[in-house]
């Protein structure tokens, strides 16, 4: 039922190598390719039919879903809305990602619309990988928007990872934070030649005792531009971070705003922001240890983006 | 196995009028022996720093030039004298994002074999075994990025290794291990270069070399060269020295 292709695109974003263990749902060229469901875990098409709603009973422990979507019919612009309704004290690994094969001149696109409630003291573990290929010049843009609502004492990971090939990207963000809860963003984004990508964020620090941390790690080759948005807002007694480094090689460009919004007296905000090439110092020690320059490059851009 | 034929290092000085030359390595003439424990000394801003990195290829050399082993590599890059077998450990270790102390050990020995890893930092002592998978980033406190660093230049295994005030943040009680190691374990089969201060190394070297303002103005035994390091310690006034003339000179 998987092509060559199809294993590839699959592996690249989801890491595997065949169907996976557990809950699964592949999204095949805007249809449904195959599910499988698990004690704990349904999915079920939604009502109107774009999308699907999956559900984790409250206290499952150590299952994961995986639901990649794969795209490879020149001109089709894929538009899907999931939801995720994790249970109160489960703990679960949402795998999602897109990988996108274009063969034409064609442009292909997908948009992942997917919302997240998060049960009290219920632990999610989402990894979200985009990745495009193909030989075809057929732009490839992704507009993933991820929302997330955090009962109390919650916890949210977001792994959220841009590999290459993705000419335009356009990223949205939003969460709101419970009493308690947590929620940690990694984003990485490598762009190269004449892509684009952009990232907007909003934060709400809504609940007393919420904490968030956003990371962000961009790498501009040749002549892309990457723009990073970052909005925090604290309407309780919280702590709030926000990282984010940009690299940029050859005529890359980037624009990073980090925001803070205090609106309550006992809220901690900080941020920090970077852009620049490679540090120099970075690039010697490695030298230093028999490295070539080259080798040197990659091997810093790779664990910056680890 | 090392030698340094009248080198120097020029910068265009911006303190000074425009084009103005500054030496900051003025003339340097060394010959280095094979296994033997030297210890740089000298003031601060003496050139000592520029000296080791005109050595290793991270600055270029202004003039003169350099034998490695019968070679001349004044004209090398870093890359290619580090696979020559010289190795230096910087006195401002680089710190990275989501590069790990076990993915610079695998860099320096050019593979991933854990238990030599684990063989190599036991050896070395000083760094604990759960500093293999920390990070080699800007939360390390001072002392632990110079153990890494050190530790990284020892698992290269050079011919030559340079050690850039490796002293520097470490906790008193770790100073003699170190010394130990870099002295007993590993010279002679290691020629070592450490630029330092402290009486620790000064007292177990082969040979003391004292820099000033870029020349080498001794290098003998310690006996002979504590009078002169008492006098050029307390001295700071560098940049407005008039030198011989200079009358309100302590020396
Ligand atoms: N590339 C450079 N450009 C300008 N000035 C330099 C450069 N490298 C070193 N210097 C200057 O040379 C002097 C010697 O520096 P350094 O070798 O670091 O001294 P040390 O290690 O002995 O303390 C200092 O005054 C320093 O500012
Ligand atoms: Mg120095």
Redesign the interface.
């Known amino acids: 039922m998987l092509d060559a292709l199809d294993k590839k695109l699959l592996k690249t974003v989801a890491d595997l190598e065949g169907l996976p263990k557990g809950a699964y749902n592949i999204r095949k060229n805007g249809k449904l390719l195959d599910r499988q469901i698990s004690a704990n875990i349904d999915i079920e098409t939604n009502a109107d039919g774009t999308g699907i709603i999956v559900t984790i009973k409250p206290g499952t422990k150590n299952e994961s879903v995986h639901i990649p979507v794969i795209l490879s019919q020149a001109g089709l612009f894929d538009v899907v809305y999931n939801s995720f309704i994790i249970g109160e004290g489960a703990e679960v690994t949402i795998v999602a990602g897109c990988g996108i094969h274009c063969g034409t001149s064609e442009s292909e696109g997908h948009a992942g619309i997917h919302d997240f409630q998060v049960g009290k003291k219920a632990k999610v573990n989402y990894v979200e990988k985009h990745f495009a290929m193909g030989e075809g010049s057929g732009r490839r843009t992704l507009n993933p928007t991820t929302k997330v609502f955090l009962d109390e004492g919650a916890t949210a990971e977001m792994e959220l990872t841009q590999i290459s090939g993705v000419d335009e990207a356009d990223r949205l963000n939003e969460a709101t934070l419970g009493p308690g809860s947590l929620l940690l963003i990694t984003e990485r984004v490598l762009t190269e030649g004449e892509q684009r990508a952009e990232s907007t964020n909003n934060i709400i620090l809504q609940g007393s005792g919420s904490r968030a941390n956003m990371i962000s790690?961009s790498v501009m080759k040749g002549n892309s531009k990457q723009i990073f948005h970052a909005n925090m807002e604290a309407r309780a007694k919280c702590f709030g971070h926000i990282e984010c480094?940009a690299i940029i090689m050859d005529n890359g460009t980037n624009e990073t705003m980090p925001a803070l919004k205090a609106l309550h007296p006992d809220a901690e905000l900080t941020h920090e922001a970077s852009i620049g090439k490679i540090?120099n110092?970075?690039l010697?020690?490695?030298?230093?240890?028999?490295?070539?320059?080259d080798q040197a490059v990659n091997?810093?851009i790779?664990?910056?983006?680890? | 196995m090392l030698e340094l034929k009248k080198l120097y290092f020029t910068i265009q000085d911006d303190d000074v009028d425009i084009g103005a030359k500054r030496n900051i390595i003025d003339g340097i003439d060394f010959t280095f022996e094979k296994g033997k424990f030297y210890v740089i000394t000298g003031p601060n801003g003496s050139g000592k720093t520029t000296l080791a990195k005109l050595i290793?290829g991270?600055n270029p050399i202004s003039s003169g030039s350099i034998i490695f082993e019968g070679k001349d590599i004044s004209s090398l890059?870093?890359?290619e004298r580090?696979?020559l077998g010289i190795?230096?450990s910087?006195q401002?270790?680089?710190?990275?994002?989501?590069?790990t102390f076990r993915?610079?050990l695998a860099?320096?020995t050019?593979n991933n074999d854990e238990k030599k890893f684990l063989e190599m930092v036991t050896r070395v002592g000083i760094c604990p075994l759960s500093f293999l998978d920390k990070e080699v980033d800007a939360r390390l406190s001072g002392g632990e990025i110079k153990k890494i660093e050190l530790a990284?230049t020892i698992a290269?295994n050079p011919k030559l290794a340079i050690y850039d005030e490796p002293d520097t943040g470490i906790d008193l009680w770790t100073i003699g291990p170190m010394v130990s190691l870099l002295k007993k374990e590993l010279t002679p089969k290691t020629t070592t270069i450490v630029v330092s201060h402290n009486r620790a190394f000064l007292d177990v070297a082969d040979v003391i070399i004292i820099i000033d303002k870029g020349r080498i103005v001794y290098s003998g035994d310690l006996k002979s060269a504590l009078p002169l390091l008492t006098d050029l310690s307390i001295c700071t006034y560098h940049n407005n020295c008039e030198r011989d003339k200079d009358v309100g000179c302590l020396r």
């Open positions: 790690r480094d540090a110092d970075q010697t020690k490695l030298m230093s240890l028999g490295l070539t320059y091997r810093i790779q664990g910056f983006l680890k | 290793m991270i890059s870093i890359t580090a696979k190795a230096y910087f401002q270790p680089a710190r990275f994002k989501g590069i993915d610079l860099i320096a050019g990284t290269a």
